[in-house]
């Protein structure tokens, strides 16, 4: 099993930044994928970015050229730098891991990944 736990939700203004964490723990030592998914208010959870355990990275359109998603394999944390924030990207933001690769960004159903955090609040004002 994994258990991973998100960190670094803030309020920002509109073209600020934020970098979010995720550490993982448990069967760590297993290849595993990761995550970003997030929801705002009345909307359906969405996929923000993956990466794989060998390191290759997919991003939602939206988000592209903006966020960053990496992973220190040493912390088994993974991180989401999030640049040139905008009000549409205010929601709650989830980690999710797996051991099955890679994760499919378009798919953010909850039974579609085993492992997920309880989320973190980013707000971005204009």
């Known amino acids: 099993q994994l258990h991973v736990e998100e960190s670094g939700g803030d309020s920002v203004q509109a073209g600020g930044s934020l970098r979010l964490s995720c550490a993982a723990s448990?069967?760590?030592?297993?290849?595993?994928?990761m995550a970003w998914f997030r929801q705002a208010p009345g909307k359906e959870r969405e996929g923000v970015a993956t990466i794989d355990s060998d390191g290759a990275t997919t991003y939602a359109d939206a988000v592209k050229g903006r966020f960053t998603i990496s992973k220190d394999n040493a912390k088994d944390t993974q991180y989401l730098q999030m640049n040139n924030l905008k009000p549409g990207d205010s929601a709650i933001y989830y980690c999710a891991a797996d051991f099955a690769c890679p994760i499919d960004i378009d798919d953010a159903s909850e039974n579609s990944i085993n492992y997920w955090g309880q989320g973190t609040q980013v707000t971005v004002s204009s």
């Open positions: 448990g069967y760590t030592t297993l290849p595993y994928c």
